[in-house]
Nanobody, 115 residues
Framework: QVQLVESGGGLVQPGGSLRLSCAAS????????MGWYRQTPGKQREWIAS???????EYADFVKGRFTISRDNGKSTVYLQMNNLQSEDTAVYYC?????????WGQGTQVRVSS
């Protein structure tokens, strides 16, 4: 059973930065494709970014140039560096890990952008 634990959320002012972390309890972390999603009340969960085992990263258009996904296989952790945060980035952020037909989710971490 894979467990994913997100951390790093909180309250930040517009224009500020946060770095989210997602630690995985799995030996084969390097084989997982990892991603970040977010969700606001009443809306569907939306994809933000993914990083493959190879290190290749992809981003949703609305975060390109502001967010960066990275991974440290030695620490079984994936990160999301978020810069120039705006109020519309307020959401619960979730980490996802996938390998073949298996998909794993963390419990989420709240990010609130407000002055």
């Amino acid at each position: 059973q894979v467990q994913l634990v997100e951390s790093g959320g909180g309250l930040v002012q517009p224009g500020g930065s946060l770095r989210l972390s997602c630690a995985a309890s799995v030996r084969a972390f390097s084989l997982l494709a990892m991603g970040w999603y977010r969700q606001t009340p009443g809306k569907q969960r939306e994809w933000i970014a993914s990083i493959r085992p190879s290190g290749h990263a992809e981003y949703a258009d609305f975060v390109k140039g502001r967010f960066t996904i990275s991974r440290d296989n030695g620490k079984s952790t994936v990160y999301l560096q978020m810069n120039n945060l705006q109020s519309e980035d307020t959401a619960v952020y979730y980490c996802n890990g996938q390998r073949f037909e298996n998909s794993y989710w963390g419990q989420g971490t709240q990010v609130r952008v407000s002055s």
